[in-house]
């Protein structure tokens, strides 16, 4: 569906279920709007002048005006095209706002079933082969398990190990089957490994082989249930990762892990998060958690080491080793997951101790290894990881980004939950806000996109300078000096959640800035480190929860990523869970993983003596040589910036 | 030491500790005796001519008949060469018997840790290695696995897999142990295999590497330690496997095994006999069970079963078929071995339901399948088994014996325990015995080997015919009609230890006829199958608790054993537990242990028609063409009996 905006002649495509008001903040037509899209405040009145749609109704709207045509943007959502007629007051920065908003990055093609299965490759790590066979008899009384394997070759399998139990549970499968056997093999990882039967069931049992894909992130836990049969995928579930009760962050947990019964509290804490999401996805997708085969799982190394039970403490110790790259397959049930006791757990292994085996999830599930073009991938977080290379070669640095990006260390900054401002566009001439609310409610706080958002509005706006300072002069009455100095108030009190106003602060966007510097110096020193620069590379791969909801423009307005055009960037969302399910339906993948751990050379950042530089110059926004490395952004701040004088 | 027996000019070699009775005995020197060695009979009253001895005195001998060097014979232990006279009433056949008793088998040079080293063959299947390396730093922080791996290597030491418990315990182990670790490490069981690292230790630990060998026996277990850094055996000890609670026999307990619990219950004895035998052993050696790091298991195929807690129902029912040939090493503690929870258990494999993980274990302890020579392996027993072959090839099949060899059907049989007589001669004229029982003790019963010698000497004197039936005409009162028909007393009520007198009936001729007859008939049958006669036998070897005890001669006169030069047979005593050990040494002859298996061709007696023939002519004795497959039997039988006609 499109909605046009009058008198601006502005238009933007938009997902059902967006409403006027969001889409007016992607299309750089700004609208006042302070409750976040809840419908409260009122401000945000537009004309409807054409076409269907449901709500915007509101007390603050009149009848009369009603009659008119006009509702409240937050609230209406379109069922059909729009034209809009939007406050005039917004027309004075229409027009260069619009440039910057136009693109929206693509999401990209992820590899799925039906392309594994074109390309050959769909051959789950887990199989489920059912076997029959001769009863045995007086000349032909092979053992039990020698007639499997009998069986199995006459199917064209070889090459077998067993796991005991499998054995142990042979004899009775064979007669309570009448000489059917189902057996689940687990797929040799290595060409010159073996195949182990890990498990029999009596009879047929084939038409069902279910995979749990697992990604343990620091703060949410997901997981899909993926049919190895067919290779649907059948849901998929998220929750937060109760560990957050024993820290925000990795390193914080680090130290709670040296307590007494530390560890074993988080180990349980993780252990207990995931089952919580089984169960819920088993209700949602109608999946038993007894059908379940096989299971992956995938986070960054503190949060393997700490689901594993294994000493974390030298990650967080100079000079930051991990205990393993690769783990062997182990006994899911043994580490508390709820599954069968014969359910082996593959995890993914990791580069270094903060280049883990969630950005090789992510890596192995963009493609990029197996990937002629030069590909810069981005796993954007509080411990962000770049990675840079193709099918040939790949170098890797962990960039310690802090918390910003996830609402850390921002005075009124909190994670993308019900009542965080996500997006935002400010008024030059009043400096009234624009904002729009995660569930559309009233805001609590801003989480990461909503502060790049902010940050690059008020920056192109001229309501901050390129440190990141407020401009003092500006007549709005937002703009004031608070106990943290010089402050914008995002919310007043009385059209927020809170007790107070919602205000943003120098040292917010200082943090932010130190941030988005942090990831910037990250991949050029990287890029640097090859002979490379950000005009080389074919495609920017974005991974992570947070990936998801940038957007691209805004993140270059303040520097974070470089200026390519749009459709060079790609978003992957979650890159570990991609990954974790991905190495279930193919195990050609599952031995990529290892060759892409080979490949991935570790870049420690920390002793690369031009990353402080490369640092240093990127705390400005966009940068301190922005008419070189962001001339594009840099030409439309000077635009917008003479606009305004000259209005 | 020698005993020389007047005026027969018989001389002996014997062992230290063996009376001047037991040594008659195997001379063929007969005097009576009754008690069973426990000098209250009195009857065995020899004259010592010259020479050192102990004991002999008793209060059946007056003391002017002891001033002149009378003694009795069963507590007359030698302390150098004696010259003894023997009573005059012995003369009698004294001349025919000594040929037969002329030699003895010798004991095998069993392969030990010196001739693997010799042959560059001691190469333990658990290696502990210890490794030292440079500390991480800023430039060089691998994983704690990795910087193993990368120690190892410069040890010359690659293709590793690792324990998910050796990783866990690698990062504090390195620094405890100030970057010096010591890898337990499991070889691999195949060449394109992976060593597998299963243990980590801080520091050099590498001093003592114990590994228990195990032998899990229906009636006994037995254990060892070896000091793998050495090759040195430290200690063995055995006992009675408690499974006998729930049944004599394997058939008794599958039978049991399939009582609600039953499994269990005999799994848990299998464990708790093993522990207790290994308790003894730890306190006898001062080895710490702690310190093992290695087990390795070998019994028949349904004591593999129960002990594993795997079905063995259909090992008894028609067709016979076992679980499997081989077994993935497990780890020991899982089945309640008290052990360390990373030693690893491996298990002798079995080629069929009754030709088990002992025999495997017997074959390769032997050596016979990396021996050019063709060789007979036979396994005496309740569950007798039979080998042919050589390293080439090999052919097996399992013989039921029924339980006579151990006593069992016998009316007055025991198990080799003390009381049991073990050794016997009988006066041709009087009908007057000569007993020695186990323990020297009062008698209590007969076991195997007893009834044997019994048997043999009954048939050699004419006391029972080729049939195994009393010669009524005799004229000694211990011939007598019994409830089971013609009998003979053995032990009177007054000479042993029960309230009745102990005799021997012709039923129980019957069963040591069908015992030996199912054996006969099975190795026969087995060479037959590859056209060969027991004259292409370079060897016998002769493995089984059972086997350490049988006289050559007199399993000869019976027609148990070929009739074959005494040189040619060759005891290897408790086969599984030699295997068993030297699995422990050397990862060479573990990868033998899949050749034995997989040359040894599984041969179903009760499906060759031959078989019968052969089980119904020898149900004789020795047998029914004893002319032409025993001559010389025949012949010593026919002169010994013309020496008593004439006398």
Redesign the interface.
């Known amino acids: 569906m499109k909605i046009r905006f009058e008198p601006f002649e502005v238009e933007i495509d938009v997902e059902p279920g967006t409403s006027v008001l969001e889409a007016s903040l992607n299309a750089g037509v700004h609208i006042n709007a302070s409750c976040g899209g809840s419908g409260v405040c009122g401000k945000c009145r537009v004309k409807v002048l054409s076409g269907q749609f449901t709500g915007g109704e509101s007390e603050k709207i009149s009848a009369e005006d009603a009659a008119q045509g006009y509702r409240l943007a937050c609230t209406t959502i379109p069922t059909s095209d729009l034209v809009v007629e939007a406050p005039v007051h917004a027309a004075r920065d229409t027009a260069a706002l619009t440039a910057l908003a136009a693109g929206t990055a693509q999401t990209a093609k992820l590899i799925g079933a039906e392309e594994l299965k074109a390309a050959g490759r769909f051959d789950p790590a887990l199989a489920k082969v059912p076997v029959t066979v001769d009863p045995?008899?007086?000349?032909?009384?092979?053992?039990?398990?020698?007639?499997l394997l009998r069986g199995l070759r006459k199917l064209g399998e070889s090459h077998f190990?067993?796991?005991?139990e499998a054995?142990?549970d042979?004899?009775?499968a064979w007669?309570q089957g009448n000489w059917t056997v189902t057996a689940s093999i687990m797929r040799a990882a290595t060409r010159?490994g073996k195949n182990q039967v890990i498990h029999v069931d009596a009879g047929d049992a084939s038409q069902r082989n279910i995979a749990a894909a697992i990604d343990l992130g620091t703060t949410t836990v997901w997981a899909q249930f993926i049919d190895l049969a067919s290779g649907e995928i059948l849901g998929a579930e998220g929750d937060f990762n109760a560990q957050i009760g024993y820290g925000e962050d990795v390193i914080t947990r680090i130290m709670y892990a040296r307590k007494d019964g530390g560890l074993r509290r988080l180990q349980e804490a993780a252990a207990n998060s995931i089952n919580e999401v089984l169960r819920k996805l088993a209700r949602k997708t109608g999946v038993d958690l007894a059908e379940v085969n096989l299971a992956t799982i995938a986070g960054n190394t503190t949060m393997t080491q700490l689901f594993?039970?294994?000493?974390p403490?030298?990650i967080r110790l100079?000079?930051?080793?991990?205990?393993?790259?690769?783990?062997?397959p182990?006994p899911a049930h043994q580490f508390g997951l709820a599954f069968n006791d014969h359910v082996p757990l593959l995890i993914f292994p990791?580069v270094?101790?903060y280049v883990g085996g969630d950005v090789v999830a992510g890596v192995m599930g963009s493609g990029m290894h197996v990937d002629e073009r030069l590909t810069l991938f981005i796993d954007l977080g509080t411990n962000g990881e770049v990675v840079v290379g193709n099918k040939d070669w790949m170098v890797c640095a962990a960039a310690s980004a802090g918390p910003a990006f996830e609402g850390g260390g921002i005075k009124f900054g909190m994670r993308a939950a019900k009542g965080a401002i996500e997006n935002f566009s400010v008024d030059p001439f009043t400096g009234e806000p624009s904002i729009v609310t995660v569930g559309r409610g009233r805001a609590r706080g801003i989480c990461g996109s909503g502060l790049i958002a902010t940050v690059a509005s008020m920056l192109m706006t001229g309501i901050i300078d390129e440190r990141g300072k407020f401009n003092v002069d500006h007549p709005s009455d937002r703009l004031r000096v608070g106990e943290d100095g010089p402050e914008y108030v995002l919310v007043w009190q009385q059209d927020g959640a809170l007790d107070r106003d919602i205000t943003l602060t120098e040292p917010d966007m200082d943090n932010l800035i130190r941030a988005k510097g942090a990831m910037y110096a990250a991949y050029i020193t990287l890029l640097d480190s090859v002979g490379l620069t950000v005009h080389d590379l074919d495609r920017v791969i974005l991974a992570g929860g947070f990936g998801q909801s940038i957007n691209i423009e805004r993140a270059q307005i303040i520097g974070l990523l470089p200026e390519l055009p749009p459709e060079k960037f790609i978003f992957v969302g979650n890159g570990s869970l991609l990954g974790a399910r991905l190495v279930c339906m193919s195990n050609r993948l599952r031995e990529e993983v290892t060759e892409i751990v080979e490949k991935m050379t570790n870049f420690?950042l920390?002793?690369a003596p031009k990353y402080m530089d490369h640092y240093m110059a990127a705390q400005f926004l966009p940068h301190t040589e922005a008419n070189v490395l962001f001339p594009g952004v840099h030409a439309q701040i000077a635009t917008v910036r003479d606009m305004l004088r000259q209005a």
């Open positions: 045995p008899s007086a000349t032909d009384n092979i053992s039990d398990v020698g007639r190990a067993f796991r005991f054995i142990r042979l004899p009775d007669r010159t594993l039970g294994v000493n403490q030298y100079d000079p930051y080793v991990p205990a393993a790259a690769y783990y062997p182990v990791a270094a101790s420690e920390s002793v």
